[in-house]
């Protein structure tokens, strides 16, 4: 699958059927400086279950492509299948996390919780909605207004947003850039318990070779303009994964790894 | 040190209104304070009015200005309270006509400026002639309007709509125009109809300028009511300044001038007030 061996082994779960599917990407828009081509025929086979990480430069298409996924816009070429149903606008299925918490700010904790169910027309899962709350350290703040908390409590949230509805495909775009360190390594060990507890199937979008590296099962690696799939990487480290993981050899030569590989397709 | 120097430098107290619109938001600031305000502080700003109020009064005495020119605070005071029962109907008169003008105007200038942000280009359309409504003083189509509408309601009714309703529309075009799209899309991945994007998200984004543009519309409209009333009307409180002044009854004129000035002041307390009840997450 690669070409460098450190990084490739087979997982236990490789079998696992695919849940989303990327046949083809190709995704053209225009810009002020004329016709930007985002994406070149990406194909991709997420897994169920499956915790991929796409990482990549600025404006490699990294986020067009969850976009996409997320039926936020269309493509110029090629399809998006969640299973067998092709995904041409937002499904109930999938729940996107933004960069930066993007809560309203009208809204306290609790109201911006409740939105998603609000603009389903259905009661909210109170129940489901306290034990998230719990879960992530919130109980207590629901009638906070966004600004009152923190960056990280503001991106946790979110996620109790997202996952309030219980989507079975989480798909987060860069949604630790704008913390500071110590908070994005709390928020990386935090998405990944729930990620095994779940098990849901997260797409995660970042340029933070470390970041992909930490959570990631798969690492798929993308090339600037026009966006293509350079590489996909398996990381095989054993999980749990903890903050320590990130100064070990093995990591470290992974990290350099993958480093090499962009510098050398953009040189 | 880099905080001793913070500390110098002077801020406008909230922050600025992104986007301006007509302006008036950053005034808000200045009631902002209101909350934390200290006995201190209350002390002297009560003590700032009755300095001014007294001196005025001690003054006005002192100098011996007659009345016709500029009445006493304590003359003004009296003939409120003894003119007040000719006074408040047309009180009334004034505050039904500009409310009756304003709801019209605000709602279709509310609901034009919903509509007309959907379209940029009928927005660049539309545009040059809300400005020209805006910067042209309806006061000067009242006469035109009593020619075709007599003496009654009507005409004022239609000024105040006219004037208020402009200024509604620019202020929550202003608004409306802020899209942030990270939100759109966030309520779209939720499975969003444009119906609820519009309520959900755009309007409460929208409401800090929808807010000051209610403000300013209803303050313009009660200067177009009372202006309409001074051109063309029977009564209003507007037709009593043209009566009292022309009979030199100066504490009678000024008694109506306060009464105005405190339904002013009322409306920009009231929105205030409102903005702190339904937008204060902007400041």
Known sequence: MNA????GSA??????????????????????????????????????GEFLCIL??????????????????????????????????????????FQEAN????????????????????PPDKARIQALLERVGLKGFETKMPRELSGGMQQRASIVRSLAVNPSVLLMDEPFGALDAFTRDEMNLLIQEIWMETRKTIIFITHSIVEALFLADRIVV??????????????????????????TPEFIERVNAIKAMIDHRRA | MDSQLRDQIPTFGAKQE???????????????SGGGRSAFETLIIIL???????????????????????????????????????????????????????????????VLAAVITQFPFAEKIVTPYILLLVTTPMLALVPLLVLRFGFGWEPRIIAVALASGPMVMINSATGFRRV???????????????????????????????????????????????????????EGLGNRLNYYSSMIRMPQFFAVITLLAVIGISIYVFFFWVGKKWANWEA
């Open chain 1, 103 to 122: 809560l309203l700010p009208w809204r306290n904790l609790e109201k911006n919780i409740e939105l998603p169910f609000e603009l389903k027309r259905i």
């Open chain 2, 48 to 110: 700032v009015a009755v300095v001014i109020i007294g001196g005025t009064q001690i003054l006005l005495g002192v100098f011996q200005v007659p009345q016709y020119i500029m009445p006493k605070p304590s003359q003004i005071g009296m003939a409120l309270i003894t003119e007040w029962p000719f006074i408040w109907p047309h009180l009334v008169v004034t505050i039904c006509e500009l409310l009756i003008g304003f709801s019209i105007g605000a709602s279709i200038g509310f």
């Open chain 2, 180 to 234: 942030d799209l990270a939100k759109i899309a966030l309520a779209r991945s939720f499975g969003a109809s444009t119906f609820q994007i519009f309520t959900k998200i755009r309007i409460p984004m929208a409401m800090p300028m929808i807010i000051v543009g209610l403000m300013v519309g209803l303050i313009f409209g009660l200067l177009t009511t009372v202006g309409a009333e001074m051109v063309g009307g029977a």
């Open chain 1, 56 to 97: 990549g430069p600025s404006g490699c298409g990294k986020s067009t492509l969850l976009w996409s996924m997320a039926g936020l816009h269309g493509l110029s070429g090629g399809r998006i299948r969640l299973g067998q149903e092709p995904i041409v606008k937002p499904h109930p299925e999938i729940a996107m996390i």
């Open chain 1, 11 to 48: 997982r236990a779960d490789v079998s696992a059927p695919a849940k989303m599917v990327v046949e083809g990407a190709s995704k053209f828009y225009q810009a002020r400086s004329g016709v930007v081509h985002a994406l070149d025929n990406v194909s991709l086979e997420v897994r169920e």
């Open chain 2, 18 to 32: 992104a986007g301006g619109g007509a302006g008036l938001s950053g005034g808000f600031s200045a009631l902002a």
């Open chain 1, 222 to 247: 993308m090339s600037a303009r026009p966006g293509r799939i350079q590489e996909i990487v398996e990381v095989d480290l054993p999980r749990p994964r903890g903050v320590e993981v990130q100064s």
């Open chain 1, 4 to 7: 460098i061996g450190a990084l």
